[in-house]
């Protein structure tokens, strides 16, 4: 997007063709409503950027198929310049014509034609340039198909748009469907615009509708278009006057013939331009973030830096993209039905009056007469800026003043504060009111919008800032960003083969619409339409793996596709093949082992019921989650998702079950059912801070699974493990060693309640140092705890010949009574003491382990785990050490 610069911003209302309520469409579903159709095709729009054009930004929907387009505006218009009745000069007209055309071809270019071209929509910027307004009416209303109106203005419409007449297509069989508008319908109308221009006034003035239409029809007999204008209008003087290059492409836009008619892109070409265009240089698109070409090739910098921010009286707003703009504008109180109130072109009408209309016998009438309501008011209202910059304006002086205090403290060693006051304190409100906060949503979209421009190169501190939070404007980019999107991803996904009919195409097409499908956007055709194409290209690029209809979530074409195959390998990897059943039950068992690890009290009465998780949670990672919560809460989720490895999912999946936790205990195994096929509200905030602690809690290796990604090799040969903190960049799953777990078969697995733990991760957990490949104790001060308990269920005297340092000795042979109780003696306290933390159990018999684990969680005891092949992995570090004898 562009910066607004010295543009505005301006919002104007028309409604959509409202449908009957009691038709259905072929599938038995009611019919989508115009207005989320419209919706759906306004998207393309906003991505459609050009000096010529003005930027579209948003569109809303109220009630009864309201719709309020909000675009970049400029005040003056070529109206203005008609009103003067003056000829513009010669010189003039050639470089409005030259403006004109370079929109119409770059919208030409994206299968675009504009059809309500006039003088009050093509637009001039404060330097007078061209900027055409309303390019997209005729897209986004289907050809007019969607709305009661006609898209154009008698007066400037082609001879061949004319002929057509004004109706819809779904009012006609399809043999007689009329054709759409085509480029070269714009040159007709640029030429009656260029032509009044020329004249210095406006045609057709003196002749109502009627007489107009009927008039252009006649032109078809005659053989000079131009001359038979000017004299019914009285100018041919005026024409006769004009330089021969004025003549030539007045001439060749009103050629009556489209066949002859030139379309822009031809027209630009010509010679009555040869003197024009070499004053323009060619437009070409800003690289892409996510793009193979550099993104800083057409950067220039003044000589003198200081030059960027010498005037602190800059209008800092102008900076800013319109989108940005706009996304602040709502967020300081911005009310788009209210700016169209105030300015009268929304009126409220009492109940009364919206009475239909009744006809008596006698043939006499009573109420309403037809609602112009309905009728395109063409009026476009400025939204005012003026609070907004001047909030910007107070905002960036402060900063610029903490700067200059920071710094001069700094140089006269005085003391300063580091926090940034007001924004340091919003940084600690809840999420949602941050959200909601102008000043620190601001800030936050100045920082991420930078870091995103210097990504990949500012990967890591993207990664940082998003543990605190991503503000909403800039989470797809951000989402990208951390899943590692890069290189050219538009020219990969346009290559993919998206319309050869291949056999999951029923599929999907059955999926779609059960897609969350309250949201307008999604739930609107080109929504559909765009949803398809990139469910379908990732199916033709993974010939490997099957469609499944649980991964029916996605968000923009190319970027969409993108995260997409970056998503599913990180956290689905392998869920999708064509025998995934071993793949499943392994992330389910683990899932349950994850249950018993955090809360052991849950995870008996769940399995003393049989509520296993194959009955609820099989969805729940087949979609991370979009099956269970609605999108609001799907991005404040992923938001958290996104920074976690592959383990993540399952820590989210024990914060859901403890926020049911009362309820679950409380209920049997129908309940239960019950309770889970219709979720009660889980609040998500409180989900990901709980998901969070509960990752933070568990050892990595705790969550091994034989089917996740492989590990990507490290750039580290040394064979020591990474000290990168969870949530950073540098958070991917461990490489393996030879202190990793070990595969085990899936029975063997299951038959476990309690997961197991790498040695690696018990020698970390230990907080031993690195003595060459492996690691010997540290000195623990006096102040120190340990973090965990090791329990060693060895007899005495293989305890005695060697164990781990701090361990503890319970002979798994004497630990439990008949009953399963523990048995009394000094190990007992200490075990309640450390009640809460990990405590990993550790023999040389896998069986005993895990036996005794078992008989610990059904104590209720949380934490426990099992260290993957016992003490004998632990024998080769020289890490255990024997007890010196005592004198």
């Given amino acids: 997007m562009f910066p607004l610069k010295d543009a505005e911003m301006g919002a104007f209302t028309f409604f959509a063709s409202a449908l009957p309520h009691d038709v259905c469409g072929s599938n038995g579903l009611p019919l989508t409503p115009n207005s989320i159709k419209i919706l759906g095709r306004f998207q393309i729009l906003k991505t459609i950027t050009h000096p010529r054009l003005c930027q579209y930004v948003d569109i809303s929907r109220g009630k009864h198929e309201r719709l309020v387009v909000v675009a970049e505006h400029c005040e003056r218009s070529l109206e203005d310049l008609l009103r003067e009745r003056k000829p513009v000069s010669c010189s003039t007209v050639l470089c409005i014509a030259f403006e004109v055309l370079q929109g119409l071809q770059y919208m030409n270019k994206h299968g675009?034609?504009?059809?309500?071209?006039?003088?009050?929509?093509?637009?001039?910027?404060?330097?007078?340039?061209?900027?055409?307004?309303?390019?997209?009416?005729?897209?986004?209303?289907?050809?007019?198909?969607?709305?009661?109106?006609?898209?154009?203005?008698?007066?400037?419409?082609?001879?061949?748009?004319?002929?057509?007449?004004?109706?819809?297509?779904?009012?006609?069989?399809?043999?007689?469907?009329?054709?759409?508008?085509?480029?070269?319908?714009?040159?007709?109308?640029?030429?009656?615009?260029?032509?009044?221009?020329?004249?210095?006034?406006?045609?057709?003035?003196?002749?109502?509708?009627?007489?107009?239409?009927?008039?252009?029809?006649?032109?078809?007999?005659?053989d000079d278009t131009l001359i038979v204008l000017a004299e019914e209008h009285g100018c041919l003087d005026i024409i006769k006057e004009l330089p021969e290059t004025v003549i030539d492409l007045l001439k060749k836009c009103l050629t009556f013939h489209p066949s002859k008619r030139p379309t822009p892109d031809e027209l630009m070409k010509d010679k009555v331009f040869s003197e024009v265009s070499p004053l323009y240089t060619p437009f070409t698109k800003p690289a892409s973030l996510f793009s193979s070409s550099l993104r800083c090739a057409d950067l220039t910098l003044p000589e003198d830096i200081s030059q960027l921010c010498k005037d602190i009286n800059n209008d800092y707003l102008a900076e800013r993209s319109i989108e940005e703009v706009y996304y602040l504008w709502c967020l300081a109180g911005g009310d788009l039905e209210k700016e169209l109130v105030n300015k009268e072109i929304i009126r409220s009408k009492p109940p009364i009056c919206t009475l239909p209309n009744f006809l008596f016998e006698d043939g006499e009438s009573f109420g309403q007469g037809r609602d112009r309501s309905s009728l395109l008011d063409d009026t476009t209202v400025t939204l005012s800026l003026c609070q907004l910059r001047n909030f910007c304006f107070s905002f960036f002086s402060l900063i610029k003043t903490l700067q200059i205090h920071k710094k001069s403290c700094i140089q006269s060693n005085l003391p300063h504060s580091?926090?940034?006051?007001?924004?340091?304190?919003?940084?600690?409100?809840?999420?949602?009111?941050?959200?909601?906060?102008?000043?620190?949503?601001?800030?936050?979209?100045?920082?991420?919008?930078?870091?995103?421009?210097?990504?990949?190169?500012?990967?890591?501190?993207?990664?940082?800032?998003?543990?605190?939070?991503?503000?909403?404007?800039?989470?797809?980019?951000?989402?990208?960003?951390?899943?590692?999107?890069?290189g050219a991803i538009h020219a990969k996904y346009d290559a993919i083969d998206k319309d050869t009919p291949i056999p999951t195409d029923r599929q999907i097409e059955v999926d779609?619409?059960?897609?969350?499908?309250?949201?307008?956007?999604?739930?609107?055709?080109?929504?559909?339409?765009?949803?398809r194409r990139v469910l379908k290209a990732w199916v033709v690029s993974h010939p490997d793996l099957v469609y499944c209809e649980c991964i029916t979530d996605g968000h923009l074409p190319s970027l969409a596709y993108a995260c997409m195959s970056a998503f599913i390998p990180k956290y689905l990897y392998n869920f999708f093949l064509k025998d995934n059943s071993h793949v499943i039950q392994e992330y389910l068992t683990v899932f349950s082992q994850m249950i018993a690890f955090h809360d052991p009290e849950l995870s008996n009465h769940l399995n003393e019921i049989g509520f296993i998780p194959d009955l609820y949670a099989i969805p729940w990672f087949l979609t991370m989650f979009t099956h269970v919560f609605p999108l609001h809460?799907?991005?404040?989720?992923?938001?958290?998702?996104?920074?976690?490895?592959?383990?993540?999912?399952?820590?989210?999946?024990?914060?859901?079950?403890?926020?049911?936790?009362?309820?679950?205990?409380?209920?049997?195994?129908?309940?239960?059912?019950?309770?889970?096929?219709?979720?009660?509200?889980?609040?998500?905030?409180?989900?990901?801070?709980?998901?969070?602690?509960?990752?933070?809690?568990?050892?990595?290796?705790?969550?091994?699974?034989?089917?996740?990604?492989?590990?990507?090799?490290?750039s580290d040969s040394s064979g020591v493990r990474s000290s990168a903190?969870?949530?950073?960049?540098?958070?991917?799953?461990?490489?393996?060693?030879?202190?990793?777990?070990?595969?085990?078969?899936?029975?063997?697995?299951?038959?476990?309640?309690?997961?197991?733990?790498?040695?690696?991760?018990?020698?970390?957990?230990?907080?031993?140092?690195?003595?060459?490949?492996?690691?010997?104790?540290?000195?623990?001060?006096?102040?120190?705890?340990?973090?965990?308990?090791?329990?060693?269920?060895?007899?005495s005297e293989d305890f005695i010949r060697g164990h781990i340092a701090g361990s503890i000795n319970i002979p798994f042979s004497a630990a439990f009574t008949a009953e399963g109780?523990?048995?009394?003696?000094?190990?007992?306290?200490?075990?309640?003491?450390?009640?809460?933390?990990?405590?990993?159990?550790?023999?040389?018999?896998?069986?005993?382990?895990?036996?005794?684990?078992?008989?610990?969680?059904?104590?209720?005891?949380?934490?426990?785990?099992?260290?993957?092949?016992?003490?004998?992995?632990?024998?080769?570090?020289?890490?255990?050490?024997?007890?010196?004898?005592?004198?």
């Fill in 112 to 222: 675009i034609v504009h059809r309500a071209l006039s003088p009050h929509n093509i637009l001039l910027d404060r330097k007078g340039h061209i900027k055409l307004a309303k390019f997209g009416l005729y897209h986004m209303t289907a050809h007019g198909d969607d709305v009661d109106f006609p898209i154009g203005y008698p007066s400037y419409l082609a001879p061949e748009v004319i002929a057509q007449g004004i109706f819809k297509t779904t009012d006609h069989m399809p043999s007689k469907k009329p054709l759409p508008s085509g480029p070269k319908s714009d040159v007709w109308s640029l030429g009656i615009i260029l032509f009044e221009l020329c004249v210095g006034r406006k045609l057709f003035q003196s002749l109502d509708i009627s007489e107009r239409l009927k008039f252009l029809l006649t032109l078809d007999c005659v």
């Fill in 725 to 795: 903190p969870y949530f950073s960049a540098e958070c991917p799953d461990p490489p393996k060693t030879d202190l990793s777990r070990e595969s085990i078969p899936l029975n063997d697995l299951k038959s476990e309640v309690s997961p197991r733990i790498s040695a690696e991760d018990l020698i970390d957990l230990c907080e031993l140092t690195v003595t060459g490949h492996f690691k010997t104790p540290t000195k623990k001060t006096k102040s120190s705890k340990p973090k965990l308990l090791v329990v060693d269920i060895r007899n």
């Fill in 512 to 531: 779609i619409p059960r897609c969350h499908q309250y949201d307008e956007l999604l739930s609107s055709p080109e929504g559909h339409a765009k949803f």
């Fill in 633 to 714: 809460k799907i991005f404040h989720l992923w938001d958290t998702l996104l920074l976690g490895n592959s383990s993540f999912p399952f820590c989210i999946g024990v914060a859901i079950l403890q926020q049911l936790r009362d309820r679950l205990l409380a209920n049997g195994f129908n309940e239960c059912i019950l309770l889970f096929s219709d979720l009660p509200e889980i609040d998500i905030e409180r989900c990901v801070r709980e998901s969070i602690n509960l990752f933070c809690w568990t050892p990595k290796s705790a969550t091994y699974r034989q089917h996740a990604q492989p590990p990507k090799p490290s």
């Fill in 821 to 887: 109780e523990l048995t009394q003696g000094p190990y007992t306290a200490m075990l309640q003491n450390f009640k809460g933390k990990v405590i990993v159990i550790v023999g040389h018999v896998a069986k005993h382990t895990a036996e005794f684990a078992a008989h610990l969680v059904k104590m209720k005891y949380p934490r426990i785990c099992i260290l993957d092949g016992g003490i004998n992995k632990i024998k080769p570090t020289g890490l255990l050490t024997i007890p010196s004898p005592q004198i």
């Fill in 418 to 486: 580091n926090s940034n006051n007001e924004l340091s304190a919003a940084a600690t409100l809840p999420l949602i009111i941050r959200e909601k906060d102008t000043e620190y949503q601001l800030n936050r979209i100045i920082l991420f919008d930078r870091l995103l421009k210097a990504y990949p190169y500012k990967k890591n501190q993207i990664w940082k800032e998003a543990r605190v939070d991503i503000p909403p404007l800039m989470r797809g980019l951000t989402w990208a960003a951390l899943l590692g999107v890069e």
